[in-house]
């Protein structure tokens, strides 16, 4: 733990110009602390700068230009059950801002996810309950409490108990996905939710874990469309839709599958842009992770990345990341998918 905290503490007062006798006290407070009660607890400008440079660093993420314009909410020093829930409701309301919606973080009490005394389960705060990508967690769910509405509860842990939480609905700003010109696609009552709000990872700053820390960008319309939507494993609409649009399914080379997908980004991009919904388009994603990789080369660092997550899942090869090799070295802080241990009796 000390020689990670060593290295972040260096690199973040390397990077914000802090005098090396600073950094030589403050890392000797850090010794102590480790040394006396086997963990130490981050300032509030550390846990603020490794929150940012945690999605600096997020490989799989197309949309790290804005990562110095995140905010951090530190909750760390709630301990009462109704308080982290009433977080939980406030990063809701904050992040989703009436549809101009902030990047934003919510940093819960530090522990991993055996010693936290608060975490939770769902990969995001918000699911809808018929999503099949959920279907597991809604059996758990089930185990505990019944589902009441079109949204999945959260189920979290506090202190040692497994519970459930129902978010209420009129929290959740939804987009209704309507097409310009063509009712039949208009008829078939899709929507979907207007902020992605991942709830299922680990933050690692400094040798610190910590296992409950909501966080949300804003989406990028393929997200929706070209996955959620028409994945055979997620919601399967490609027929449907292409059915409304009228398009000929009688052979692959009508292209009735690529016009679908492409008609579907286009309604969803629009859609939200009509409701005043916070939403960035493919090529418009690619273009800012273009001038991320160029701010990074200014400041003297690499960038890391994933290309199977940075291409998008529409028209890859007209983006300019598509051409393009990353190291996929993961550099700390940064955020890793969190096992759940004590669901494994629960399963």
């Known amino acids: 733990m000390y020689e990670e905290a060593v290295e972040f503490i260096n690199v973040m007062h390397h990077e914000l110009g802090i005098s090396e006798e600073i950094t030589a006290e403050r890392l000797s407070r850090i010794k102590t602390a480790i040394d006396t009660t086997g963990t130490y607890h981050h300032t509030s400008e550390e846990l603020e700068y490794g929150a940012k440079v945690a999605w600096r660093n997020s490989n799989r993420c197309i949309g790290r230009l804005f990562w110095d314009k995140l905010h951090v909410l530190d909750r760390r020093h709630l301990t009462n059950e109704d308080e982290l829930l009433g977080a939980v409701v406030h990063h809701i309301k904050y992040a989703t801002n009436n549809g101009k919606i902030r990047p934003t973080i919510t940093i819960f009490p530090q522990g ?3 010693e936290a005394p608060f975490i939770i389960v769902n990969d995001q705060l918000v699911r809808y309950t018929d999503d099949p990508i959920a279907a597991k967690l809604k059996q758990q769910i089930e185990q505990v409490s019944s589902i009441r509405s079109k949204i999945l509860p959260l189920l979290y842990q506090f202190n040692q108990q497994i ?3 129902h978010i209420p609905e009129e929290l959740i700003m ?10 039949a696609f208009s008829n078939l009552g899709l929507t979907w939710y207007a902020v992605p709000m991942i ?3 680990n933050l690692k700053i ?3 874990t910590y296992s409950c820390a909501p966080f949300n960008g804003w989406y990028m319309e393929s997200e929706i469309a070209s996955r959620n939507m028409l994945d055979s494993y997620r919601y399967d609409l490609l027929e449907p839709i292409a059915d409304a649009f009228n398009f000929d399914r009688s052979s692959t080379t009508t292209y009735w599958r690529d016009r679908t997908l492409i008609e579907l980004n286009y309604v969803v991009y629009h859609s939200f842009k009509a409701a005043g919904v916070s939403i960035v388009d493919h090529h418009t994603a690619s273009r800012q ?3 991320f990789e160029q701010n990074e080369r200014e400041a003297g660092r690499s960038v890391t990345g994933d290309w199977t997550w ?4 529409i028209s890859p090869s007209l983006v300019h990341n598509f051409h393009k090799g990353y190291d996929n070295t993961y550099n700390n802080p940064n955020f890793y998918h969190r096992k759940c241990p ?3 009796n629960k399963q």
Do not use: A, R, Y
């Open 112 to 114: 991993t996810s055996i």
């Open 163 to 165: 519970k459930t939480f």
């Open 174 to 183: 939804e987009v209704p996905l309507i097409h310009p010109s063509c009712p």
């Open 199 to 201: 709830s299922s990872m």
């Open 206 to 208: 400094g040798g610190i």
């Open 289 to 291: 992770f273009e001038k």
């Open 310 to 313: 940075l291409i998008p899942p």
């Open 342 to 344: 004590f669901l494994s």
